[in-house]
C-alpha cells in the first residue's frame, strides 16, 4: 500500500537550535517527494521538492531534506529554527504519472520556544 | 503571477443541503486536483481534472462531483451534506508538462462548515 508516516506528531524546539522532521514513504514506483508548510487556517506552501539527482535537496526558508532511497526515507532539516517556523509540516508522495495526485503524511506540528 | 485561487474562503452549509466551491489555477496550470482536509488530518486527494475531464480519483462518494471549464477553472460540488465533510478543502494546480514537472501548487483552501 502506497503511504506516508510522519513519526512525530508535535515537536518542540527552542529558538536558534536545529530541527530534523522525520517522513518514511511506501511507493510503488519512483518516488516524487515533497515537503509543505500549512501555517494556521492557511493553506499549503511548498517548501522544497525531490524528483531525482542529487539527493540533498534545498528549499525556501533555510530549509534542506535529504532523500535516502535505502531507508525509504526523507527527512527535513532546518540548522537553525527562527519562531516563525511555527507551523504544520507535511510530507507527500507522488509519481512521475500521479500529476496531483499526492498521497500526505498526517503532518507534524512544530512548536518554538523563545 | 496570481497562485492559486478559491472561492468561498469560509462557508456554513446545514446537512442535506448542497454546495460548490471553486477554483482558478495558477496561471499557465491545466491540471486541476482538489483535496479534502478534515481537522489535524493531512489533505487527502478527492480527484483530478484535466482537458476538462476528471482524470483520477481518489476513495470518495460520488456525492463529490467536479468540473473543469475551458479555461482550467474548476469546481467542486458535494450533494446531500454530511457533519462529517466539515472540512477545508483545498484546490491545487500543476502543469505536467512544464519544466517544473510535478510541481504542484495550493490554494489557501475553502473552509466548509456542516450543521
Known amino acids: 500500500a502506497q503511504s506516508v508516516t510522519q513519526p512525530d506528531i508535535h515537536i518542540t524546539v527552542s529558538e536558534g537550535a536545529s530541527l530534523e522532521l522525520r517522513c518514511n514513504y511506501s511507493y510503488g514506483a519512483t518516488p516524487y517527494l515533497f515537503w509543505y508548510v500549512q501555517s494556521p487556517g492557511q493553506g499549503l506552501q511548498l517548501l522544497l521538492k525531490y524528483f531525482s539527482g542529487d539527493t540533498l535537496v534545498q528549499g525556501i526558508k533555510g530549509f534542506e531534506a535529504e532523500f535516502k532511497r535505502s531507508q525509504s526515507s526523507f527527512n527535513l532539516r532546518k540548522p537553525s529554527v527562527h519562531w516563525s517556523d511555527a507551523a504544520e509540516y507535511f510530507c507527500?508522495?507522488?509519481?512521475?504519472?500521479?500529476?496531483?495526485?499526492?498521497?500526505f503524511g498526517k503532518g507534524t506540528k512544530l512548536s518554538v520556544k523563545p | 503571477d496570481a497562485g492559486v485561487t478559491q472561492s468561498p474562503t469560509h462557508l456554513i452549509k446545514t446537512r442535506g443541503q448542497q454546495v460548490t466551491l471553486r477554483c482558478s489555477p495558477k496561471?499557465?496550470?491545466?491540471?486541476v486536483s482538489w483535496y479534502q482536509q478534515a481537522l489535524g488530518q493531512g489533505p487527502q486527494f478527492i480527484f483530478q481534472?484535466?482537458?476538462?475531464?476528471?482524470?483520477q480519483r481518489g476513495n470518495f462518494p460520488d456525492r463529490f462531483s467536479g468540473h473543469q471549464f475551458p479555461n482550467y477553472s474548476s469546481e467542486l460540488n458535494v450533494n446531500a451534506l454530511l457533519l462529517g465533510d466539515s472540512a477545508l478543502y483545498l484546490c491545487?494546480?500543476?502543469?505536467?508538462?512544464?519544466?517544473?514537472?510535478?510541481?504542484?501548487?495550493f490554494g489557501e483552501g475553502s473552509w466548509l462548515t456542516v450543521v
Open positions: 491545487a494546480s500543476s502543469f505536467p508538462g512544464g519544466a517544473s514537472g510535478n510541481t504542484i501548487y
Open positions: 507527500a508522495v507522488g509519481g512521475r504519472g500521479s500529476q496531483g495526485n499526492l498521497i
Open positions: 481534472y484535466y482537458e476538462e475531464e476528471e482524470r
Open positions: 496561471s499557465g496550470h491545466d491540471t
